[in-house]
């Protein structure tokens, strides 16, 4: 397979963390004869000090002859004090989901083998850890809605258009189908609204029922409303296997994936359009505090390749041959600060990237 991947490094820990991901993008190549064609451009921080904006044309161009886009990330206390629409995040990260319409924000909440005593869950609820995915609606909704404002009041309009609900379910349902022929388990979703309270929810569960029976009547469908989904994530994590929900929801459920998944060095994530095009991005930040101290967990940044593979290129493969490197490394005890526990050996972030190349 021949494709093109621009690279946007950033700031911070980015370029640090991105040097080990294309690493394990060439192994890939070597061992699956696929030829990438990798573009760098600037962004964030990087954009402004080399290109006067945090977005530059430039870097909008090299994304838009790309087949998907691997994301470091951006930010820092260098651009901090610039005005909030000029800054690295707002500046470049936004409009870029914007520009290319970047519908559906895939996290995954999976904690590897030998890591589950980051979780602060009780054992007996992490058991041998847990593996799902939240699919999270992120173009619509009351962050997109009609906003206003009166003397006494302010209003967000929570609104869905059923095209809107089955783009996002349909991510949902293959994500789930493609888990499945990776792992042999059942295909599972989880859809999550508040269909007893809010219109816009009795719609989405609608819609999602359609999209169910004429699409995807093989996959278990099951329909929680979002309170009861914040409590049963904390009590049974592993009978979960896709997630999705609508923009507000989403944020809220997926950052407490995130906290119940362990380390932020260990989570990856995706922002998908129609057609394949996705940006993959580490769920933490530039994490300005450890730059340049060798010390930084490379493996979201890995993780974000092998989601990328995964879900741009229909790579399933060359993706799980990643995440059993990446297993396999943990079970010879490596380990990067972060994620770091009595007896086990203490790596800085080249010797991680290396150790995971190796294994491939
Ligand atoms: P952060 O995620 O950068 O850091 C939080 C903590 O986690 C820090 O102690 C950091 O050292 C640690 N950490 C993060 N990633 C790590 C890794 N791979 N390995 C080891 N430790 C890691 O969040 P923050 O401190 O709130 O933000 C720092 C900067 O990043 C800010 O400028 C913020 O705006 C920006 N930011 C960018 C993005 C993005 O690019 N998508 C997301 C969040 C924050």
Redesign the pocket.
Known sequence: MEKKIAVLS?????PE?MIEAIKVLKKIEEKFGHSFQLTEANI?GAGIDNEGKALPEKTIEVCEEADAVL???????K??NLPPNE???RG??LPLRKHFNLYANLRPAKIFNGLQAASPLRADIVGDGFDFLVVRELTGGAYFGEKGSDETSAWDLMKYSVSEIERIVRVAFQSAKTRASATGKTAKVCSVDKANVLSSSVLWRKVTNEIHQSEFPEIELEHLYVDNAAMQLLTRPRDFDVIVTENLFGDILSDESAQISG????LASASLSDGGFGLY??????????QGMG???????ILSLSLLLQHSFGLTDEAKAIENAIQSVLDDGLR???IMSDGMKKVG?VEMGDAICEKI
Do not use: H, K, R, Y
């Open positions: 950033g700031d911070g820990i980015g963390v964030g994301f470091g990330s951006v930010g820092g206390p651009w901090e800054q690295p995040e470049a990260l380390s932020i060095g260990m991005e580490p769920s933490g930040g530039s994490a300005p505090d450890i010390i930084a967990n490379p493996i979201a940044q990067t600060g972060d972030t």
